[in-house]
């Protein structure tokens, strides 16, 4: 079963937190606390991604079997949140298992295969110097002369072993599954439950051309934007973040 974190012992419906590629639950712990006053916030390492476990396969028919096992486990339904890849895990998990869940939201993107790629960052990870790293500073300034962004060295970094001199990513199944991670499934079905796409104002990963096959799928789905923000939503507004995912989840009448 996956690697996941708790907080808080509220009594409302509890939250499950899946993250994206390259990421972890430990990104999400500060909105975890702060959604965590009337709830149990639950933050999962997705498979080979942090202490999670590896494996050669990484389709989102196992991401979303993965995260249906947490879920039974704890007690199910859940909330769901999650974002870019765990947001594809989770729309997944509801067209498979839609007995788990009560509400989802969908950080920034859609089902819908992409064009673009992230196998770039795994290249500029392997490229690193791991030998020569004695603080995640160092990491930072190897992955910065390697063309990344400064913040996505710091969010990567996160997941760096600096002592075991290790990522905490299987970077080897990512990259093979690429494709996969990329991509959708094409399914039959669809879930009639209620479901928030929340996007970033500034991003281009929930296009308005993408309505048709979203509402396709989630024929109940509401739309909307957090101004100025990016893919990256969350981290970028996380305050603005929090506070529409709140009103969503706690609202009567969805």
């Known amino acids: 079963m996956l690697a996941y974190s708790e907080f808080g012992s509220a009594t409302g419906t509890p939250l499950l937190i899946a993250h994206g590629l390259y990421g972890s639950g430990?990104?999400?712990g500060v909105i975890a606390?702060?959604?965590s006053d009337t709830r149990k916030v639950v933050t999962v390492?997705?498979?080979?991604?942090?202490y999670s476990f590896w494996s050669d396969a990484h389709g989102y028919e196992d991401l979303a079997l993965d995260l249906s096992e947490v879920i039974d486990h704890i007690g199910?339904?859940?909330d769901v949140v999650g974002h870019s890849m765990g947001g594809k895990a989770a729309m997944m998990l509801a067209l498979t298992r839609p007995e788990t869940l009560r509400r989802l939201v969908v950080g920034d993107i859609a089902p819908v295969a992409y064009s673009h790629s992230q196998i770039q960052f795994i290249d500029a990870m392997r490229a690193v110097d791991?030998?020569?790293v004695a603080r995640r500073s160092d990491a930072n300034a190897q992955l910065a002369d390697l063309g990344v962004d400064p913040a996505l060295c710091s969010f990567l970094t996160q997941s760096l072993d600096v002592a075991g001199k290790k990522w905490?990513?299987?970077?080897d199944a990512l990259a093979q599954n690429m494709p996969a991670i990329l991509s959708f499934p094409e399914v039959q079905t669809r879930h009639d439950g209620p479901v928030l796409f929340l996007s970033g104002g500034a991003s281009e990963y929930v296009a308005r051309d993408y309505r048709p096959t979203i509402t396709g799928l989630f024929p109940n789905a509401r739309?909307?934007?957090i101004p100025k923000a990016g893919h990256w939503l969350h981290a970028e507004f996380p305050r603005e973040f929090e506070g529409t995912v709140r009103a969503y989840l706690d609202a009567?009448?969805?």
């Open 252 to 254: 009567p009448d969805v």
């Open 33 to 35: 606390k702060r959604l």
């Open 223 to 225: 739309f909307a934007k």
């Open 168 to 171: 905490r990513f299987n970077l």
């Open 130 to 132: 791991l030998g020569a």
């Open 45 to 50: 390492d997705m498979r080979n991604h942090g």
């Open 76 to 78: 199910a339904p859940m």
């Open 26 to 28: 430990r990104n999400w």
